[in-house]
């Protein structure tokens, strides 16, 4: 059992490239999310799924789009990277509302 | 809209004393109530959780957290820290939807 896996583990990338993150996950869980973690901000959710071909927006979701082909893959793809995207970006699922999430080891980007 | 703060950013405390980690949120409805703690360059593992039931729940390495709901809180204790315990501790709030907010994070160091 794998649990979360994200790839990769680390990213440069120049201002205007675009790239997808990609996450998985072993457990046959229906929720997954995306987060992004910066100093003094706690995680904050980009985007979240509650199943295959369900996707939401979360808190701050400008700048990334996501997909939900398989109970099993959820990758975040940034569409024309910036700066300000600079961040440990991680992925994490959940067997339902009132259980905890597992969270990725992370991906830390780098815009420049 | 929810809410979630972590009132100190920062606890040095020495090795065998006790400490408390301060978390209030704001809610208007019923909340699931979680504690993560986050190792350096790791993701964040489920410490404790509050669904419903006792107000004081306990994790496997001696934290505990109280719900108290007339004052909004769910501090986290441990009576004695070990150097072990140094890390960031990240409180979460969730109302059912699957939009979990977390707090900005509190890094607790141990000193020797």
């Known amino acids: ?112 | 809209a929810q809410s979630v703060t972590q009132l100190d950013s920062q606890v040095p405390v020495f090795e065998e004393a006790p400490v408390e980690l301060r978390c209030n949120y704001s809610s208007s409805v019923s909340v699931y109530l979680f504690w993560y703690v986050q190792y350096p360059n790791q993701g964040l593992q489920l410490l404790l959780k509050y669904l419903s039931g006792s107000t004081l729940v306990e994790s496997i390495n001696g934290f505990e957290a109280e719900f108290n709901k007339s004052q909004t809180s769910f501090h986290l204790r441990k009576p004695s820290v070990h150097i072990s315990d140094t890390a960031e501790y990240f409180c979460a709030v969730s109302s059912g939807g699957f939009k979990t907010i977390f707090g900005a994070g509190t890094r607790l160091f141990v000193k020797a």
């Open chain 1, 1 to 112: 059992n794998a649990g979360v896996t994200q790839t990769p583990k680390f990213q440069v990338l120049k201002t205007g490239q675009s790239m997808t993150l990609q996450c998985a996950q072993d457990m046959n869980h229906e929720y997954m999310s995306w987060y992004r973690q910066d100093p003094g901000m706690g995680l904050r959710l980009i985007h979240y799924s509650v199943g295959a071909g369900i996707t939401d927006q979360g808190e701050v979701p400008n700048g990334y789009n996501v997909s939900r082909s398989t109970t099993e893959d959820f990758p975040l793809r940034l569409l024309s990277a910036a700066p300000s995207q600079t961040s440990v970006y991680f992925c994490a699922s959940s067997p339902s509302l009132a259980n905890e999430q597992f969270f990725g080891p992370g991906t830390r980007l780098t815009v420049l």
